[in-house]
């Protein structure tokens, strides 16, 4: 699923270009998702000027937004952002969320004078009012129309973060001014021609058998730690053979519970951590805890 990521200051022309971008890839049937700011702040029963001047609801608005981008993520559709998108680190979320999903992206910044920009703005007709009706999925509420005051645009122009072709979750960057023919084969290319992202281990899901995996090493090492305890009840010291293990563990008259419990904890620890790309194979692990065992004990 590649995702367009739309930004620029407000009333540069985001939405139009959105929806150039929506009829230009259906026509090559692709399934578009078209997810807009617009949309997304009366749904959340925000006017647009107040929702602009509150940090709080605008956190909301662009939680709502991610969240819809990503339940939308597959590797056959196309998602476009159509938002603000001022601050750079929240670019950079949807870029991580890109590389989690092994995909492409592609950031389009409308780029226009602040004073142009403002003229369109004024040219806007509709009230920053929420309509009484309720919203419906084949007519959602779309505020696209309504004016920015004067302060609220001029702060939106203040705080925005333009991006930059060399910071790579920017990359890679088409501009496009108003006066311009939306190059969307360069799109296109961006995001169907080139490799997806390669995932880190930042962007990675842990695995998904982790719990069961550290149920199972916990139970084994537990039964080793049980024996240990059996054969120093009856002062059987020595060596004493454990299952799975070629080396015996040496018993000693120092060990008790709460020794052996400590190693437990200390050898889960460290098996996590030098384990975390892949995990140590469970039929390894009374061999390596034993060994652990006989190395970490003073014998008596």
Not at 53 to 81: F, P, T, W, Y
Not at 239 to 252: D, F, H
Request: glycine share 4%.
């Amino acid at each position: 699923m590649p995702i367009v990521v739309i930004t620029g200051l407000p009333a540069s022309g985001k939405s139009t270009r959105a929806r150039q971008l929506r009829e230009h890839f259906e026509e090559k049937g692709k399934r578009v998702h078209l997810i807009s700011e617009n949309e997304a702040v009366p749904k959340a029963l925000f006017e647009k000027n107040s929702h602009a001047g509150d940090s709080q609801k605008e956190k909301v608005v662009r939680s709502d937004l991610k969240s819809e981008a990503s339940r939308n993520l597959n590797k056959d559709d196309l998602v476009i952002l159509d938002a603000g998108n001022y601050i750079k680190g929240y670019r950079y979320e949807i870029y991580c969320m890109t590389k989690a999903s092994r995909t492409t992206q592609c950031t389009l910044f409308c780029c226009i004078p602040q004073q142009q920009a403002w003229e369109f703005n004024t040219k806007r007709t509709a009230t920053d009012e929420l309509p009484p009706e309720a919203e419906t999925p084949e007519q959602p509420v779309n505020n696209s129309d309504v004016p920015y005051t004067r302060e609220i645009f001029d702060a939106l122009c203040m705080r925005y973060e333009e991006p930059q072709s060399n910071n790579r979750w920017d990359s890679p960057l088409v501009v496009a001014l108003p006066e311009d023919t939306l190059d969307v084969e360069a799109i296109y290319k961006s995001l169907y021609e080139t490799r997806p992202l390669p995932p880190n281990q930042s962007t990675q899901n842990p695995p998904l058998g982790a719990t069961n995996y550290l149920f199972e090493l916990d139970n084994i090492m537990q039964s080793i730690i049980k024996e240990i305890l059996g054969a120093v009840k009856i002062k059987a010291f020595g060596q004493l053979r454990i299952p799975g293990s070629s080396s015996p563990v040496k018993v000693t008259t120092s060990m008790n519970a709460l020794q052996l419990n400590r190693l437990r904890q200390k050898f889960i620890t460290s098996t996590c951590r030098a384990s975390q790309t892949a995990p140590t194979p469970l039929e390894q692990v009374p061999q390596l805890f034993v060994q652990f065992i006989n190395a970490n004990t003073i014998g008596c």
